[in-house]
């Protein structure tokens, strides 16, 4: 198998944690140390680490990520393996004997049979699992595709169908169910397959560009220098020009592969992993890692080049002369020198966020350190924007978008950069909600299953590093990188939920923010789809061009929950903390709430009244009446109870502001406040024909005969007793009647004496 890598994406600049990285792997790492075994393949569809010995197999579930998982094992006869996977549906174990022969276990019956192929015809470059409807095995010569039907019951493999090509290796990933098959003098040649539950899709055949060496010299390409990746939901090749120095991008669609640009490399030997829709690009021979967003417009990487980190590992263990990195934390026992070597000679890099440590049988799993990133740049929009996009921590990209807008609002920068990241943050906010991606959970796992690549066979010689290795030591690769949609790719013009979740998403943050470019796409990319703007663009394709994506399901593993925050967080967490830290004239911070309510109204999103409320006592600080009235007679603060009540009490000292509040209060129907205000006032008779003409029936008489006694006026009193006596059915029969005629009588007599 070869170290591949896939997915990715860009963002902003970053120095890592204690400034020394952004990427970190994290101790302890998964232990794979069967005795006994003869090498090691990593099943990227069933997401397993598979070692084998003589009569065995041990497999370890490397999705999700636990250091502890048991191994499970499988009983198989003796005989050389160079490859070995398992079906989709976890039944069958095929282990590749030689360049003729696969054989197949039968897990739970034991039963065993064999496929050959004919000596003189061709050899086998390796095979793997699908789950199309026309086939369940595929096997990959140097003659082409051999599309088969495996039957364990009948120990039959029937072909189906056979794609005649010439091979000299191939690239395949069970998340893009995509093959790529390289040919011709220098395997710069490429024919492409995308086999999916939908059908078979087969891409136009395209080359992939390289630099010449020297005059008379054709550089050849290598399968290890061939990566498919999925980013953002759409499926690249990447390809290193290690004559250019440069790592090339294509970009997949029905027909047409389109070249999008290029990333320069600085090391002979690279490698990549994506992590969370970042691309990380190895740099092994300077032991650095340099991270790309893809979604963005800059070609530039998000961080200058910075060592991988160790985290949890012993800092007296870590070796010096293999690993650059400085910042070794949380002090671990029983920890060999061998286990701290960054960038080993037998690492192996396994899409899209794994590196096996082949010679000391370690599986260890890539980290993304947000906060070091998002601390290493000043450009607060460009980090939120990255902030947003992650999904795996999304819980703390969010605590770190609100630590940054909470910032640059203390340290009042201009209005213009905080209501740009306003800006960002509610667009966020909206597409989670219209997307129902706001904090949805979504299952980790997934159902499906698929092949594998083999990591090294260190007791044949092979290189672990190099890929997969058949009979007569040649490499043939078999990746287990990107994702892509089974489904969408038969499928132009119906979008799948996730993918309309993450480009809807993407796309309109640009479009809404970038001006006088070109608007993105929105939901799951059609046959009408173009090209996305991104890092790696450089041309744009017609509208018969649709372009290959990501599975809803492979994509669904990363999507725990949104970044996005609502509005009343943004008021808890981002406003009225900042409102009781600011000190001095409350302007600047109405200015940035006006950003803010003009940003929601743009989005159509709903404001709480909370934020209105506080705008009012922050303009009311000052006294700003005359500010005040304009927000509320063109609406800027919306009108709700609360508001109006907030109008109320300020309007002890500001009347205008008082009928402004009870202007509201009549404006949203709140007829019973209202009454109970004017009857606060002293105006009672008033309060009665208001009660009487909007039928105010939820107000106690009691209410206004108390009030009239305590007036002290007899008239009054036996206005408000007339008053109930004629318009309330059955008022003269209420205690209330008797009494309070009772207490007019005597407010008579009184005054008669």
Known sequence: MSAKASSSQLSVSSSGSGGLSHVYIQHPPLRYNAPGTRGLFYDDGNKLLISPTSDQVFSWKAVPFDPHVAPTSDSISEGPILSIRYSLD?????????????????????????????????????????????????????????????DAESKSLNVVETRKLNVSWYVYTHESRLVLLASGMQCKTFNGFQLSSAGIVRLPKFEMVMAKSEANSKPVLADEDVYIATIYGRIYCLQIDRVAMLLHSYRFYRDAVVQQGSLPIYSNKVAVSVVDNVLLIHQVG???????????????????????????????????????????????ANTSDSEAIIYGDDWTFLVPDLICDVSNKLLWKIHLDLEAISASS???????????RRKLEASKAKQLCLAITRNVILERRPVSTVAKAID???????????????????????????????MGIPQSGASASTGEVDAHGTSTKHQSSAIVDNESLNRSGNSSTSDSEDNT???????????????????????????????????????????????????????????????????????????????????????????????????KIKVQPNIYVLTIQLLARNERYAELSLFIINKILEPSKEVAMQLLELGRQNSQIRKLGLDMLRQL????????????????????????????????????????VSSNDSQLLAAVLRFFSDFTPGFKNTTDCHGYCRILKEMNSDVAV
């Open 669 to 708: 129907s709140l007829h019973h406040d209202y009454v109970l205000l004017l009857v606060q006032d002293g105006y009672y008779l008033e309060a009665l024909r208001y009660a009487r003409k909007h039928k105010v029936v939820t107000v106690r008489p009691s209410l206004f005969l108390e009030a009239a």
């Open 505 to 603: 998403q993407f796309n309109s943050l640009k479009a809404n923010l970038k001006v006088n470019k070109e608007k993105l796409s929105s939901g799951a990319e059609s046959s009408s789809s173009e090209v996305y703007p991104s890092s790696l663009q450089s041309q744009n394709l017609g509208p018969s061009n649709s372009p290959l994506n990501a599975s809803v399901s492979e994509r669904q593993e990363s999507q725990l929950m949104s970044p996005a925050i609502s509005t009343d967080e943004m008021y808890s967490l981002l406003f009225a903390p900042v409102e009781e830290e600011m000190v001095g004239d409350p302007s600047y911070l109405v200015a940035i709430i006006v950003e803010f309510l003009r940003s929601a109204s743009s989005e």
């Open 378 to 388: 000043s450009e607060a929009p460009s980090v939120l924007e990255f902030l947003q």
């Open 90 to 150: 976890a039944k069958i174990i095929a282990i590749q004997r030689s360049s003729l022969e696969i054989q197949f276990f039968h897990r739970e019956t034991g039963q065993n049979f064999c496929h050959k192929c004919k000596p003189e015809s061709d050899s086998i470059l390796g095979f793997f699992w699908t789950d199309c409807l026309l086939c369940n095995f595929v096997l990959v010569k140097t003659s082409g595709l051999d599309l088969l039907a495996c």
């Open 424 to 454: 960002i943050l509610l667009m966020s906010y909206s597409l989670s909600l219209k997307t129902g991606s706001y904090l949805k959970g979504i299952k980790t796992e997934k159902t499906s299953h698929s092949a594998g690549t083999q």
């Open 286 to 332: 300077a032991k650095v890692v340099i991270l790309y967003d893809i979604f963005a417009d800059s070609r530039s990487p998000i961080s200058a080049p910075l060592p991988l980190l160790f985290r949890g590992f012993p800092r007296s263990n870590t070796s010096s002369s293999r690993s650059t990195a400085k910042d070794i934390e949380i002090p671990e």
